[in-house]
Each structure stands twice: as C-alpha cells, then as structure tokens.
C-alpha cells in the first residue's frame, strides 16, 4: 500500500508536459481575444455615449408567514431622478426643481461616480406632474422612476426576527463590487433581512435607449433589455396569529422577550421584544425623526429573545431535577430534611423563597412549589461537574444555531470559571441548582431546553424557514426522567398550590415552571417557561420580563393569552371556551 502511494505520487513525462500544451493554448486564446473580441468592445464604448443604461429595481422577495399571510412586501414609489450631466447644467436643473416643488431638501448630490442621481425620493403625485408637465420639456434628464420600497404591513409584529432593510453605505458599496448595488440600493441591515438578502434582493434588470443630442430618448431596443428577476419569496414558521398574540400580551412599560417553538421540529412560531420598534421607518423617507430616536436608544433594537442575558431563576430548576434522577440521587417519593425556610450550609444560610418554609417535599411537590431548600439538599448530592454537564446536554452555553448573526451563547460556569475568578466554594452550586449565580441563558435557550423536556429528550435547533434541522437525541437523559420532571411540571399550572395557575386555560393541560430571579440593579426579572398540551406537546413557551417581579404573576398571564391563541389556531379549543376561561381567570382567580 506504502510503495503504491509512493509510485503515484511520482508523475510520468507527459503529465509533465499537460500544463505547458495549456499555457500555451491560453495565450494564444487571449492572442484572439485581444485582436478580435475587443475591438468589438472598442466599438460599443463610443456607442455609450449616445446608448444610456436604464437600472431597473428588482422587487423585494415577499415574507410570508406559516399560512402564507404577508409579513413584508413592496410598495411602489415615484423617485425624481438625473441622468448625470455637467455640473453647471446638473446645478441649473436642479434649481429649476426645487424651485418647481418649494423644497429645498435633495436626497441626493452631484456625483461623477453614478450615471443616475436620485434628487427626491418617494415624492408625491403632485411632484410627479410638476416633472412630467413642466419641467421634462426644458429639462429633458430630469425622469421619473419607479421604484419599490420594503412595507412591513403590522408594524412591530415580529421587528427583530424581521429586520429592517437601510440604503446601503459607502463602504459596503465598495466592498461589494459585484455590481449589484448602486448607490442608494437598499439592502438588508438585521434579522432576516439581512440573513436572506442574497435571496430576497432579485437581480435588477438593465434597459437600453438611445439618447439624442439633448438628452431625449430616440429609440430602445427591447431586444438587449434585461429584465429584472424578482427576489425569492420566503416564508416564515411564523404563526402570525400566535405573534400577534405575544405582542399583545407582553407589557409594553418593561423590556422582554418571549420565544414560541414547535417542540418537535424546532419551528419559531413566535419571537417577540419589548421594547419594540416600526421597521417601516427605515425604509421611509419621511421618518428620519423617528428612525434617529429608535438608532439611539440603543436597547430598542435589541433582540432580547437571541441576545439578551438573563439569570434564569427556578426556571432551571429542572437541570438539578433531571440531573439527580439520572443519577439516582432521589427519586418521586424520597423526602429530604424538610424546608423550614431556609437552609445552613457552613457559615451561610441559604433561603427559600417562602420564609415559614415549605415542610417536607417529593421532587414533584418541590417543583410544584418551587421550594429552594429541595434543591440545595439534591446539590449537595450531585457534584458541580454533573450539574454542568446535563446544563450543557440540555443546550446551555452554547449559541441554539438558530440562523441569526451574533447569537449569545450565555454563560455556564464550571468549578474552572469560578477557581479563575476568587475561588470555588460548594454555595455556588446551590445558586446554580436554583439558577441564580453566574449562569447566565438566553430566552431562546429556554425555550429549546423545555422543548427537550416536551418532546421526550430530543435537542432541536431552532429555524425560522425551509426544512427542520435534524434533532438530536441527548444521550443519558432518559424519557422516564423527563416523565417525572414533565408531570411535575403539570402540577405547576393545575394544582391551587402550584405557582403558575395563572396560566390556565380550560380545555388544554398545560405544564410549566415559573422563576423570579435576581438581577442587580432592578426588580427581580419574572420568567416563565411552558408546553402545550401536555399529551401532545405542540407548542413551547419561555418568556422573561425585566423588572417584572414574580414570574408566575407576571409572565403567568402572558403565557396564558399565547397559549389559547395557539390552540385556537390548531382547533385544539374553541373559541368561545377560551373567552369564557379569560372571564374566569380575570374574575376568577385571586
Ligand atoms: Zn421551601
């Protein structure tokens, strides 16, 4: 086999010779194409002068939702432009313009580099006639063109997954010098805009005519034309239906974001912020105002749902749960030293979140209720290394692979990060184990986390468009766990005990874990995770609220609302149960 390879590598003569015989044949090809190819080319190059170049916009592909509403389209709009002329006739136009409009303000200046100078865009129809009627017989370069422009039809639904489409910089014009762009192009600056730009921007179509001496077209020739090829249409696993729900029921006064997933394919259903933006404004040329206000107050843009960091509280809790029945540390019936409200490890005192204490409690009771002191005993039995390799099983630490540039990965600290930062000592586990502590997780991660919990231990990668990604079985976490873990989680929403009743809704067994964590610098955040229905899961919730105190009264309700939306949507309830059950929870419940 050795002597084989060796054999092969040693190349006989004539091989040697097949690289010449090509070099050869290549000049003597660029031989003819200089003498006869070009001079063609020479020949078109004086034509130019006389044979202008008409740049026709290809239109925007459409986003589309599940169902195939339209979640972005194109509008057409009336720009005035020039053909580029001398400056002392392109000044004398331009003048003539103004005057014509009362409008001082140009979108664009004089420039050698561009054959057509955008003057005004997205002017009204009554600028259009002043140019066609008055104007074009003096000013023949001056035209009309039309042009489309990006139209987000509900507004802030679904911003940040959307992006917002901006006219291209200086520098990525040079940058990109395939001739795609020109100057003034708009081109996709965040979220899906951006990621699906090269589908969605089409190719622009190219229209010759003939110029004469003073700059009036004379003839076209239809036969050259390109026509343009419009971008691809895109759609979305958005259910709008359950977007418009989220937007609706996530505060508008505190910032927060909330992910909805298909548990078994990893299909955002829903992705929402607050605050949230327009992305109309940066596609108009009426909104500069607004867009400044929205470009400086920089957390408006802010994807919290992929980029935002948060402590994730007791909605974590599960890691420690699954973690310990995995390795047979407890099980559905041990009980632990019962919670007296607080626990005393060393010199510290560790406390529960209810002060009288909640007694002694099963791993199922623990999660209905939330009690902390469970959870320290279960960390006191698991070491910080299994704590953080079923946190990392389970997808924490790491970026989900959803299709967004600059997902943040969170922080899962091992025994290492906190050795490297003032020393490991075991209360840091028991902050992990309730989700406080340096841990730190995405809204995004949580809903993937829960997802695995839903769908029996399957890890998906979230998609917003085309084909699931393959899921991934986690090795050593076994559905009877997630059974356990999931029933419990049951508890949380249907027992009158259970922390997450606020999220009831009749017809429709709901499983979920609430969580209130602390942040410095402001009121707790309130978290709430959740799948629907518990039998068949087909729908994972996880939202955070910044500053929303607790996580079962705050965010209990949005997940409520997201929820009923959605199985109305499936015709898993009908509507009017659903009216009667918000009756009954707004009168209801206490
Ligand atoms: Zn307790």
Redesign the pocket.
């Known amino acids: 086999m050795q002597h084989q390879l060796q054999q092969d590598q040693r190349p006989p003569l004539n091989s040697l010779l097949a690289p010449v015989v090509l070099l050869f044949a290549i000049l003597v090809l660029r031989l003819l194409y200089l003498q006869v190819i070009t001079s063609a080319d020479y020949a078109r190059e004086s034509e130019e002068n006389r044979i202008a170049q008409r740049r026709v916009k290809a239109p925007r592909g459409l986003i589309y939702d599940r169902d195939g509403r339209i979640l972005a389209r194109t509008r057409p709009f009336y720009t005035v432009s020039l053909e580029r002329t001398t400056r002392k006739d392109f000044a004398a136009a331009t003048a003539a313009f103004t005057e014509a409009i009362g409008d001082v303000e140009l979108d664009g200046e004089y420039s050698r580099k561009y054959r057509t100078i955008r003057l005004k865009r997205d002017v009204n129809f009554r600028t259009v006639s002043i140019v066609e009627e008055r104007l074009k017989a003096d000013w023949p370069l001056l035209d009309i063109e039309i042009e489309t422009q990006r139209h987000y039809p509900y507004g802030t639904a679904a911003a940040h997954l959307l992006g917002y489409i901006g006219i291209i910089r200086d520098q990525d014009l040079e940058r990109k010098n395939d001739n795609a762009y020109v100057l003034g192009d708009f081109i996709g600056k965040t979220g899906i805009e951006k990621v699906y730009e090269n589908s969605l921007r089409g190719r622009d179509g190219m229209l010759y005519v003939e110029i004469d001496a003073v700059g009036r077209t004379s003839r076209e020739f239809p036969e050259r034309d390109r026509l343009p090829v419009p971008g691809k249409p895109l759609h979305l696993t958005i259910d709008l239906e359950v977007q418009l729900a989220v937007e609706r029921a996530l505060p508008d006064s505190l910032a927060g974001a909330l992910v909805a997933l298909d548990p078994r394919t990893g299909a955002v259903l829903a992705l929402a912020n607050k605050p949230t933006f327009d992305p109309n404004i940066f596609v108009s040329f009426q909104a500069q105002k607004e867009r400044r206000r929205v470009l400086q107050g920089e957390t408006v843009l802010l994807n919290r749902a992929l980029h935002g960091r948060y402590p994730p509280g007791s909605t974590l809790k599960m890691v420690s749960a699954i973690a310990a029945l995995e390795m047979g540390v407890t099980d559905t019936l041990s009980l632990f030293e019962p ?1 007296y ?1 607080w626990l005393t490890v060393g010199r510290s005192k560790f406390r ?3 002060r009288e ?2 007694g002694g409690l099963t791993l199922p009771e623990a999660i209905e ?1 939330s ?4 959870f320290y005993h279960l960390a006191r039995l698991i070491s910080i290394e299994t704590w953080h390799k079923y946190a990392a099983k389970l997808g924490f630490g790491q970026p989900t692979g959803i299709l967004h540039p600059g997902e943040a990965a969170g922080l899962l600290p091992s025994r290492q990060y906190y050795e490297e930062r003032g020393g490991w000592s075991f209360g840091h586990l028991l902050n992990l184990s309730i989700g406080q502590g340096a841990v730190l997780v995405t809204p995004i991660q949580m809903a993937r986390y829960v997802a695995a919990i839903a769908n029996g231990g399957y890890l998906v990668t979230p998609y917003i468009s085309g084909d699931p990604p393959p899921r991934q079985r986690i090795d050593g976490i076994s559905p009877k766990t997630l059974d356990i873990v999931g029933k419990a989680m049951l508890r949380v929403v249907a027992s009158d005990t259970g922390t997450g009743r606020r999220a009831r809704v009749a017809g429709v067994a709901i499983a979920a874990k609430t969580g209130t964590s602390q942040v410095p610098n402001r009121d707790d955040d309130a978290w709430m995770v959740a799948f629907a229905p518990y039998e068949d899961p087909a729908i994972v919730v996880a939202a955070v609220v910044e500053g929303g105190g607790s996580g079962g009264m705050r965010v209990g309700p949005v997940v409520r609302e997201v929820v009923e939306a959605f199985c109305i949507q499936e015709g898993i309830i009908e509507p009017a149960v659903a009216e009667a059950d918000t009756l009954l929870a707004n009168h209801g419940m206490p």
Do not use: A, F, L
Not at 371 to 374: A, E, S, W
């Open positions: 919670c409200g529960c979140h209810k204490g909640h209720t009690c902390n002191v469970y």
